[in-house]
């Protein structure tokens, strides 16, 4: 009697574990998605990642990405329907054209969730870059871009569902804090790893959940053991902040 008690009680935690491994997923974008480490995501996981590109480069440049390991995207978004597609402009595009790539996909998709990956900036222009709400030029890194990329998408598609990873939220966050003194840095560059790129045992583990979070998945040190527990903790505290608003 106790152990069919037990089972029972144990069943929807079960459930909700397999439809968590279950969840198929597919991201498009260069490096900054790559920071992110897709391998270690939950459920069926691919990717179409190219360095340094913009999403028009990779829509009409499909063949030769810079992972070896991706599925080119016109063969993964034709042959298979995802729960989720992550989608992350960068450099080079203007927001239109950001706007009709996506666009495609999401008629490709249609039963899937786009999230939007922010992407961040380079560590010289991410504040410049990050309080500017000019969406006429290129492509940037803020909140505006953004916004302006989702409301446009969502006036296209007033059915589908749009969400964001908040990356370069998470950054300002982080620097706001080293302003007041509360984070275990002393500037945002203890994030990255050069110029844009993001260091493993800080800016990437702080990514990889973004994305979880994003696509509806729990946090995870899982790859991340040599990092200080401490700064994951405090990290971990930055995505809470962002994702319980």
Not at 140 to 169: C, E, G, M, N, W
């Amino acid at each position: 009697m106790m152990h069919a008690l037990l089972a029972a009680l144990l069943l929807p935690l079960t459930i909700a574990a397999d439809a968590k491994t279950d969840q198929k997923v597919y991201l498009i974008g260069n490096s900054l998605t790559w920071d992110t480490i897709p391998s270690k995501l939950d459920g069926d996981v691919q990717w179409h990642v190219d360095c340094g590109k913009s999403l028009p480069y990779i829509r009409d440049n499909p063949g030769m990405p810079c992972v070896k390991t991706s599925t080119l995207w016109p063969d993964g978004l034709k042959d298979k329907q995802y729960d989720i597609i992550s989608v992350q402009p960068h450099y080079g595009s203007t927001l239109d054209e950001d706007v009709d790539v996506i666009s495609k996909w999401v008629e490709m998709q249609p039963n899937a969730v786009f999230v939007i990956h922010t992407g961040w900036a380079r560590q010289v222009s991410r504040e410049k870059e990050y309080a500017n709400g000019d969406t006429s030029g290129k492509m940037q890194h803020s909140p505006a871009y953004v916004d302006a990329v989702i409301a446009k998408l969502q006036k296209r598609f007033p059915d589908r569902k749009f969400k964001q990873t908040h990356a370069i939220d998470l950054i300002e966050i982080v620097a706001d804090d080293i302003d007041s003194g509360k984070a275990p840095f002393s500037t945002t560059e203890d994030l990255y790893r050069d110029a844009i790129h993001m260091k493993q045992e800080t800016g990437r583990y702080m990514m990889h959940n973004a994305m979880r979070r994003a696509l509806g998945q729990p946090t995870s040190d899982a790859g991340f053991e040599k990092a200080d527990p401490k700064v994951k903790k405090y990290l971990d505290s930055v995505i809470e902040r962002q994702y319980s608003n």
